[in-house]
């Protein structure tokens, strides 16, 4: 009994590490904006770098600060470390928003428009430096 007791206990430990590790995950802050920052128009662009079925990844997570419904479109651009950017099958992508709301890619969920594969811009995780939201714009 008391064996079980701890492998429950083990089990209960790794579920929870697991759970707080994926609500720590750290975001870098997109240029989206002529002034060099963040944000535009009330809306804030974010990543993180993950993989999803063995593809490495950009995540991008928006935050939209406005008390209304917004459409946020732009152009990814990857930059690689030697400066270079790539914009792969260049497209615009378009996402709608909720008024002050938060909204996260993920594998394997919607909107597909945040999970950027490096692969389809020719650029591998050793050589990623960061994303650009390029033509960024908000309706």
């Known amino acids: 009994m008391k064996f079980k007791n701890l492998i429950l206990i083990a089990a209960l430990t790794v579920m929870f590490g697991a759970t707080k590790a994926q609500n720590n995950v750290e975001w870098t802050p997109i240029l989206v904006s002529m002034d060099g920052t963040n944000t535009f128009k ?15 990844v950009v995540i991008i997570k928006l935050k939209n600060t406005n008390d209304k419904t917004v459409k946020a479109q732009w152009v990814n651009a990857i930059v690689s470390a030697d400066e270079k950017e790539h914009y792969g099958k260049t497209k615009l992508v378009s996402v709608n928003l909720k008024a002050t709301s938060e909204t996260v890619g993920a ?13 389809d811009y020719g650029v591998t995780l050793k050589e990623f430096k960061t994303i650009v939201g390029s033509s960024f714009y908000v309706e």
Request: aromatic share 8%; proline share 4%.
């Open 107 to 119: 594998c394997n969920a919607k909107p597909t428009e945040l999970v950027v594969k490096l692969s």
């Open 42 to 56: 009330g809306v804030e662009a974010y990543y993180t770098l993950s993989n999803c079925g063995g593809s490495d």
